[in-house]
């Protein structure tokens, strides 16, 4: 038998958890696993779980939303290697890595058994200076939607509360004069939005081609989307958006390894959907195939 560190977020998915449960518990163990049950109080709580416990464990089983699988990647990536792989049971809001990795999202019994019968992935984290993110660390435009949303309309509405409050957010959308500096290039403009993501779902409201992402290649997704200098600019980054053309003149997307952002004054950056900080100047880098997710 092996032994398997299951991390659960009871608040997550209107403590869904509670729903198959045992059953859960009892699938793991007939499929070969001696689970030891950790619930998180707080914040980073499920971090410093996975830093301090991992090693004695043969898989890491993370149940919660996107928050706190960036938690426990966050707790992995500081502990010593070989590194146990995780397993993941989504049962967040948004659920963009299980959408990226195509995994069953609010059915931890679907979720268990792709657990179980399913294979570990190499795959990407990044810095964000001294801290870690798991898919996106973004600024501008609607990046504070997914933390400042209230939890309880969160639980009610669901993926609906995002696009509430982002619309609420309309008037309030500013630009931010920044210098971009990547692998290749510098690039220096004012941007509405501006970031780097390993992910093809951000938020449940951006899109890539899954056939064009990889998610172990060593490289991010650096998408700029450059402020409207007038009413056409705008109507066509929204029509861009819309129909998911990332390659037009206001709005890039760019493979690369690592980026350096440099404001004129401290950005407000959000980390997997959580509050970032400010910086007025910070460097992402790719760390190539730091865990490893069973898919």
């Given at each position: ?183 290749r290039g510098v690039i220096e403009d004012d941007f ?61 997307m760019i493979p690369t390894p690592w980026a350096k ?11 997997d959907g959580e509050d970032g900080g400010a910086c ?16």
């Amino acid at each position: 038998m092996k032994k398997l560190l299951f991390i659960v977020n009871p608040m997550a998915g209107k403590s869904a958890y509670r729903n198959n449960f045992g059953e859960a518990l009892l699938t793991l163990h007939e499929g070969g696993y001696i689970p030891t049950v950790r619930f998180t109080a707080r914040r980073g709580d499920a971090a410093e779980i996975a830093r301090t416990c991992a090693r004695d464990y043969d898989l890491v089983c993370c149940l919660g939303g996107d928050g706190t699988l960036s938690e426990v990647m966050a707790g992995l990536v500081s502990s010593p290697v070989p590194r146990p792989p995780i397993g993941y049971i989504p049962l967040g809001t948004a659920n963009d890595v299980a959408t990226t990795l195509d995994l069953p999202k609010n059915n931890i019994l679907a979720a268990v058994d792709r657990i179980i019968y399913g294979h570990p992935m190499d795959f990407d984290v990044g810095t964000f200076g001294e801290d870690t993110f798991t898919y996106v660390a973004a600024f501008g435009a609607f990046t504070d939607v997914s933390y400042e949303t209230p939890q309880q309309e969160k639980q009610a509405l669901g993926h609906f509360a995002y696009v509430l409050e982002g619309m609420m957010r309309l008037p309030k959308i500013t630009q931010y004069h920044a210098k971009v500096e990547y692998d290749r290039g510098v690039i220096e403009d004012d941007f509405l939005f501006g970031g780097v993501m390993n992910s093809t779902s951000v938020a449940g409201l951006i899109h890539l081609n899954s056939e064009e992402i990889k998610l172990d290649d060593g490289l991010f997704e650096l998408a700029l989307v450059r402020g409207p200098r007038n009413i056409a600019d705008l109507r066509q980054t929204v029509t861009a958006l819309i129909n998911r053309n990332y390659s037009g003149p206001c709005i890039q997307m760019i493979p690369t390894p690592w980026a350096k952002f440099t404001f004129d004054s401290p950005v407000a950056w959000t980390r997997d959907g959580e509050d970032g900080g400010a910086c007025q100047e910070v460097t992402l880098r790719n760390l190539n195939k730091a865990v490893q997710i069973m898919v």
